[in-house]
C-alpha cells in the first residue's frame, strides 16, 4: 500500500510537471501522513542533514569548472588538437566532433555543456563543409553524453552519495565506457560519412602541426590528469579535486589563454549558482525520500518482486535497461538517479552486482536519454545551435543511439569493461 501510494503521487505530480524536488517531498510527506505514524518532522531533518556531506561540495565547484573552462579559450583548442588527430580520416569532421566532446567531457562533467562547447564551433563547421544540418546536430548531442561518463562526472558524484560508494572508484571505472562510446560514436560517423560522400576536413597533418595543436591544448588535457591523479595519488579527495580544478580553470583562463575576464567570470559564477541551488534541493529531499523508502521496506519488496518476475539475472539486468531507457526519456538524468538508486540498488546487489558497476550502468541508461524526445535535453541545446528541428534531429540520430544501447549491453553483460581498470588499479 505504501509502495502504491507512494508511486502514484510520484507519477502523477511529475506528469504536471511539478519540479522533481517539490515532487519528492510532496509525495514523501502526504505517503507519510497517509500510511504511517512517522513524524512529520522527519521530512525536514532528512533534508537538512542529507545535505551536511563534504562530497556534496563537489558538485558546485564542478560545474564552476565546467563554466569556466567552457568560456575561457579551452574549447576552441580541444577542437583544433582534434582536427589534427583525426581531421584527414574519411567523416573526420564529424570525428573531431566526437574527440573534442570526449575531451572536454574530461573537463566539464556535465553533457548538456559539452554539447554547447564544442557544438557552437563544429555544427557551423559541418554545415559549411555540406554535412547534412540533422546529422552534424545529432553527432554532437549523441558525442555530448559522453560528459557524464568520462570523469569528473556530476551524476557520478550524485550516485555515489546516494549510494554510499566511492566517487573516486567511480571515476576510474568510467573512463574506458567513455572511450568505447567514443570510438562507437566515430564508426557511425565513419559509416554514415561513406554513405553521404562526406569530404574529410584537411589532409593528412605534418608532425610539426599535431605537435603546436597539443602544445596549445597541453594547460587544457592537465585538468583530468590533475583531478584522477591527485584522487589515486592520495593528495586530495574527490571535492578538494573540485576546488583545485576551479583555481585551476581561473588561472589558465586570465592568465595564460587570456580569454576570461570580469563579466564571464560573474556570468560562471551566476549560472553555477542557479544549478547548485535546484541541484541541491533536490538531493535535499531525496534523502527524505529513500529514509522513508527504507523505513517502509520498499526497497526490499520490489527486490523481491522483481527477482521473482525474473529469475535469471540476465533477464533482471534487460528488464532493468529497459525500464530505464523508457523512464530516460521522460524524465532529467539526475532526478533519475536521486529517485531511483536506493529503490534499484538493492534489486541489483541480490544478483551479486557491484554498486559501482551499476552506477554506471544507470547513468549510460539514462544517458541516452539526453538524445531521445521528448525530453532529450542534449537535442534541445544542438538544436538551438544548429536551427534543425527537434524531429530532424531526431531521424538522424537514430544510428548513434543504437551504437550506445549496444555499448550498453557490452558494459551490463561483461563486467571487466566497467571494472577491469578499477580492478587493476585497486
Not at 31 to 59: C, N
Not at 359 to 368: F, P, R, Y
Request: net charge neutral; hydrophobic share 55%.
Amino acid at each position: 500500500m505504501e509502495a502504491l501510494i507512494l508511486f502514484s503521487l510520484l507519477i502523477i505530480t511529475i506528469g504536471l510537471s511539478i519540479p522533481i524536488g517539490i515532487t519528492l517531498g510532496l509525495s514523501t510527506g502526504v505517503a507519510m501522513w497517509l500510511t504511517s505514524d512517522i513524524p512529520m518532522t522527519m521530512l525536514a531533518q532528512k533534508s537538512v542533514t542529507g545535505l551536511d556531506s563534504f562530497p556534496l561540495l563537489a558538485i558546485p565547484f564542478f560545474i564552476l569548472a565546467g563554466a569556466l573552462m567552457c568560456n575561457g579559450g579551452i574549447s576552441r583548442r580541444l577542437v583544433n588538437l582534434a582536427e589534427s588527430l583525426v581531421g584527414y580520416i574519411t567523416g573526420g569532421l564529424a570525428m573531431v566532433t566526437v574527440l573534442a566532446c570526449m575531451f572536454f567531457a574530461a573537463i566539464s562533467g556535465s553533457g548538456p555543456a559539452t554539447v554547447s562547447a564544442i557544438g557552437s564551433f563544429m555544427i557551423p563547421s559541418m554545415k559549411e563543409r555540406k554535412y547534412d544540418a540533422g546529422f552534424a546536430a545529432a553527432i554532437t548531442a549523441a558525442a555530448g553524453t559522453i560528459g557524464v561518463i568520462i570523469p569528473p562526472s556530476i551524476p557520478f558524484v550524485i550516485y555515489c552519495i546516494v549510494a554510499q560508494c566511492s566517487i573516486g572508484d567511480m571515476f576510474i571505472a568510467g573512463i574506458v565506457p567513455g572511450v568505447i562510446i567514443g570510438a562507437a560514436l566515430m564508426l557511425v560517423c565513419y559509416c554514415t560519412a561513406k554513405k553521404h560522400n562526406y569530404l574529410s576536413v584537411s589532409e593528412r597533418p605534418k608532425f610539426s602541426t599535431v605537435v603546436k595543436a597539443f602544445r596549445e591544448a597541453f594547460w587544457a588535457l592537465l585538468v583530468p590528469v590533475i583531478i584522477l591523479g591527485g584522487i589515486y595519488g592520495g593528495i586530495f579527495t574527490p571535492t578538494e579535486a573540485a576546488v583545485v580544478a576551479v583555481v585551476y580553470s581561473v588561472v589558465i583562463g586570465k592568465f595564460v589563454y587570456k580569454e576570461l575576464d570580469g563579466k564571464t567570470l560573474y556570468e560562471c559564477l551566476r549560472t553555477t549558482g542557479l544549478i547548485n541551488g535546484a541541484t541541491e534541493f533536490m538531493i535535499g529531499l531525496s534523502m527524505a525520500f529513500a529514509s522513508y523508502l527504507a523505513m517502509a521496506q520498499i526497497p526490499a519488496h520490489i527486490a523481491a518482486w522483481m527477482t521473482g518476475l525474473a529469475h535469471s539475472p540476465i533477464i533482471l539486468m534487460m528488464v532493468i535497461n529497459v525500464f530505464l531507457l523508457i523512464l530516460g526519456c521522460f524524465v532529467d538524468n539526475i532526478a533519475a538517479v536521486i529517485i531511483l538508486t536506493p529503490i534499484l540498488l538493492p534489486v541489483v546487489k541480490t544478483i551479486g552486482m557491484d554498486p559501482i558497476h551499476f552506477g554506471l550502468i544507470i547513468t549510460v541508461n539514462l544517458a541516452c536519454g539526453f538524445i531521445s524526445p521528448p525530453y532529450g535535453i542534449n537535442l534541445f541545446v544542438a538544436s538551438a545551435i544548429s536551427g534543425e528541428s527537434i524531429e530532424d534531429i531526431s531521424k538522424a540520430i537514430l544510428p548513434s543511439f543504437i551504437a550506445m544501447v549496444l555499448c550498453l549491453l557490452l558494459f551490463t553483460y561483461f563486467p571487466i569493461f566497467t571494472m577491469g581498470l578499477l580492478d587493476l588499479l585497486r
